[in-house]
């Protein structure tokens, strides 16, 4: 297996109106260790206080992507989106030549929790866009977001793919690399992978990396939620 990143490794900020675990390096926290997988740069797994969040700043040349686990965000950017994102939806947004966005809590009594993600893009100095979508469950591995944006998932500036792994107890899947790197990050819920002795468990917060033209299956120890992402090499 090319990488493992424990939950409980990763670097942690508490601000008060933010709680948040960064699974590479960001912000303050630097480890060289972790700067990310292929295109992959971040993934923060923040919780945001009520009626609290981050106020406009601005993003050129990334891909950035929320995956809303609990809550609601309160969307707002430079290019007039304005949008309530619940817990379900994925929302992305590509900064291109430059926009300035603002991310709240759309709640004043509950806090909400998602996965802050960015990605890489393949080229520069495109004109910002913005997309959001609720795409249901098909199957144990959704597609959610892709390069072309075909068959109902997100567009997005790179050869890269994002899926959502469901799994009840005990059931079983294979996941394949194919001709990228693989990348699996839980949100919920637990794993074994079938032919790992010394790393035998995952859990919510844990993931793991493969290389091209790999696969590994894996049993889910109770209900599990992931996203899977296949990477450019």
Same mark, same amino acid.
């Given at each position: ?11 942690? #900020? ?22 990310? #997988? ?22 050129? /040349?990334?891909?950035?992507? *929320? ?9 707002? /950017? ?71 944006? *075909?068959? /109902? ?39 074994? #992978? ?20 790999? *696969? ?18």
């Amino acid at each position: 297996m090319k990488y493992i990143r424990r939950s409980q490794d990763r670097g942690q #900020v508490d601000l008060g109106w933010l709680k948040s675990k960064h699974s590479f390096s960001f912000g303050h926290y630097h480890d060289e260790k972790h700067m990310g #997988v292929s295109a992959l740069r971040v993934i923060n797994d923040d919780m945001v206080m009520p009626a609290q969040g981050f106020g406009t700043h601005g993003h050129r /040349d990334m891909e950035i992507i *929320s995956y809303v686990i609990e809550g609601s965000l309160k969307h707002e /950017d430079s290019t007039g989106n304005k949008y309530i994102v619940p817990a379900g939806d994925i929302q992305r947004m590509s900064a291109g030549t430059g926009v300035m966005h603002s991310e709240f809590n759309a709640s004043s009594t509950n806090a909400v929790k998602f996965l802050q993600i960015w990605i890489q893009p393949n080229v520069m100095g495109i004109s910002p866009s913005y997309e959001q979508k609720s795409i249901p469950q098909q199957g144990q591995l959704t597609p959610l977001i892709t390069p072309t944006g *075909s068959e /109902d998932t997100l567009a997005i500036n790179q050869n890269a793919k994002l899926s959502r792994l469901v799994l009840k107890t005990g059931e079983q899947f294979t996941l394949n690399s194919e001709q990228s790197v693989g990348y699996l990050h839980i949100v919920k819920g637990s794993l074994a #992978v079938d032919d790992l002795t010394e790393e035998p468990e995952f859990v919510a917060g844990d993931a793991f990396a493969f290389d091209p033209e790999q *696969s590994h299956q894996v049993t889910a120890k109770s209900a599990l939620e992931a996203l899977w992402f296949n990477l450019p090499k």
